[in-house]
């Protein structure tokens, strides 16, 4: 689920920290020099990058792709190739059949079965098309606030890294403990006893 979805599921982060100036061409750099490429003849099994939150295909950037008011707004896209576990048998069963037919001899050692599941898999990724999943980021940048539109725990943890990786910044999830210590400005002995508290459960 996206932006501009009838419903949507949000992860809030705050930024750490300032990028420097130019800001909008050190955005478009960052954005520009991790985006996605396409990955349909390859044999990786999954590629992440940036691309345009107008156009998800398409990850070109300049200041008016992702500038919107005094947002700025552009997807995170995680090309993922996924073969299932019976493929995967039944191709590897093929191809050890045909190496011992090959070799005139039944028995072959681990290594060997292991080197054919390699080429295996690899002649599988390299006809397997990519599945693309998409989720949108809205950046407020003067009030250091990220939204994702996602709670998914493996695509907010390639957010987090690849946000880094781009612009240098630290994302800093928000729960409620996180906001609590951000927020009142705890000294250690209160922020100690915050990270002790535990959640409690009222039942009706």
């Known amino acids: 689920m996206g932006l501009l979805a009838s419903s949507v599921t949000v992860s809030r982060y705050r930024v750490d920290g300032r990028m420097e100036d130019p800001l909008l061409d050190n955005i478009a750099k960052g954005l520009s020099q991790q985006r996605i490429t396409e990955m349909e003849a390859e044999v990786d099994d999954k590629r992440v990058g940036w691309t345009n939150f107008s156009n998800n295909y398409k990850p070109d950037f300049d200041a008016s792709s992702f500038v919107m008011g005094e947002y700025f707004v552009f997807s995170l896209r995680v090309d993922k190739k996924k073969i299932p576990a019976a493929l995967i048998r039944q191709h590897l069963s093929i191809a050890i059949d045909r190496y011992r037919s090959e070799r005139g001899r039944e028995f072959i050692s681990r290594g060997e079965k292991s080197q054919i599941k390699e080429e295996v898999l690899n002649a599988l990724y390299m006809r397997l098309p990519a599945v693309p999943a998409v989720f949108d980021v809205v950046w407020q940048y003067e009030k250091k606030f990220l939204f994702f539109f996602s709670s998914q725990k493996a695509a907010n943890e390639e957010l987090e890294n690849l946000f880094n990786k781009s612009f240098?910044?630290?994302?800093?999830?928000?729960?409620?403990?996180?906001?609590?210590?951000?927020s009142i400005g705890l000294d250690d002995?209160?922020?100690?006893?915050?990270?002790k508290t535990t959640p409690t459960?009222?039942?009706?």
Do not use: E, N, T
């Not at 002995?189 to 990270?195: A, E, F, G, I, S």
């Not at 459960?201 to 009706?204: D, G, Q, V």
């Open 201 to 204: 459960l009222f039942r009706i």
């Open 189 to 195: 002995r209160q922020r100690d006893l915050l990270q």
């Open 168 to 182: 240098g910044l630290q994302l800093i999830r928000l729960f409620p403990f996180s906001i609590a210590d951000l």
